[in-house]
């Protein structure tokens, strides 16, 4: 812990009235990273292209929703703010599941007719995540940075309604690798489904997760993983009763702990185990830090509307087996046999 550089070290005295419609990103773009905290299912796109080539949905009564860019702007000011003085990179941001449209004079035209100007189009899903790269941490030999990002899903909402109502917006505060940009999540460093009815009430609902964060003990648990191995008997072990787990009857399900990786992400995890020349076996065996590293790299195949919640059960499976292995609890024992 003596490279432990985290900041701000006291809570700040918030201003949570500040105008966040004013709210604007001021950090200069900085180049496109070779590696994305969100591969599969997801196409990259800029905040420019955001707010020039989509449409903002609207309620059944016309009022706008708030934007994808308002909403990756707001989260952008809120941490800049709270950092102050600290250096924040620019978003990067992935969507899906595009929903394509055409204005009214446009109605009558075959698709093969239509110009530019006449279609339109918007994402129903998006996540998006920047660093602060001056706030970091070492563990073994990997440089972890602090990360702030956002997720959004338009098909949460009704907008068939007749009168505006809550929006929903889910937030999160965490550590990323920087080798490779998986994401460290824990449950209270995400702040699920935010219900709010306009910018401001998401500014201050920003300010407050921000506020309640505590960087260091998300490292410190990580370290804990660090220290703890799994041999490779016991590896095999978890990933045969990972794959177990969606056959259990739901009642026996209830009496273990839930598990949301697929068995995809669990054949991912299996391959990298032998592969991935950082995060893999070593002298027969793997740390939790490792092994935790590998649920996550495999969550990087998730869709956007299921990213936050495997982070978060991937930090929560790992936690659980170190608990076993060192005779804390045995929520997890069944994983072990």
Not at 96 to 121: D, F, M, W, Y
Not at 176 to 194: A, D, H, P
Request: hydrophobic share 40%; charged share 20%.
């Amino acid at each position: 812990m003596n490279n432990l550089v985290i900041m701000p070290t006291e809570k700040r005295t918030l201003n949570l009235g500040e105008y966040a419609e004013e709210a604007t990103i001021i950090v200069e773009e900085t180049a496109t990273p070779s590696i994305t905290f969100l591969e599969a299912n997801t196409d990259s796109i800029t905040l420019e292209e955001l707010a020039n080539k989509c449409v903002v949905p609207t309620w059944a009564n016309l009022e706008s929703t708030i934007s994808h860019q308002d909403f990756i702007s707001c989260v952008h000011e809120a941490a800049s703010s709270f950092y102050a003085g600290e250096k924040v990179s620019f978003p990067e941001i992935r969507v899906s599941h595009i929903v394509r449209g055409r204005i009214p004079s446009a109605l009558g035209k075959k698709a093969n007719e239509l110009l530019e100007c006449e279609k339109t189009q918007f994402y129903q899903r998006l996540a998006f995540a920047f660093t602060v790269p001056t706030i970091f941490e070492t563990i073994r030999g990997q440089k972890l940075e602090l990360c702030i990002g956002g997720v959004r899903n338009y098909s949460d909402l009704n907008l068939y309604r007749s009168s505006k109502g809550l929006e929903k917006f889910s937030v999160f505060i965490g550590w990323r690798m920087k080798i490779c940009s998986n994401q460290i999540l824990t449950g209270e460093g995400v702040r699920f489904n935010m219900e709010v009815t306009n910018i401001n009430e998401l500014y201050r609902n920003v300010l407050e997760l921000l506020n309640s964060f505590n960087a260091a003990k998300e490292i410190h648990l990580m370290q804990a993983l660090s220290d703890t191995y799994l041999s490779e008997t016991q590896f095999a072990q978890v990933v045969g009763r990972m794959r177990m787990y969606q056959a259990l009857s739901p009642t026996r399900q209830k009496a273990i702990p839930r598990l949301l990786i697929t068995d995809s992400q669990i054949n991912s995890v299996c391959r990298d185990y032998y592969t991935n020349e950082v995060f893999g076996v070593k002298d027969n065996a793997i740390s939790l830090f490792d092994f935790h590293n590998l649920l996550t790299q495999s969550n990087k195949n998730s869709y956007i509307d299921s990213y936050l919640q495997r982070g978060v059960n991937a930090t929560e499976v790992s936690v659980g087996l170190n608990n076993v292995l060192q005779g804390l609890d045995n929520k997890y024992s069944w994983f072990l046999g």
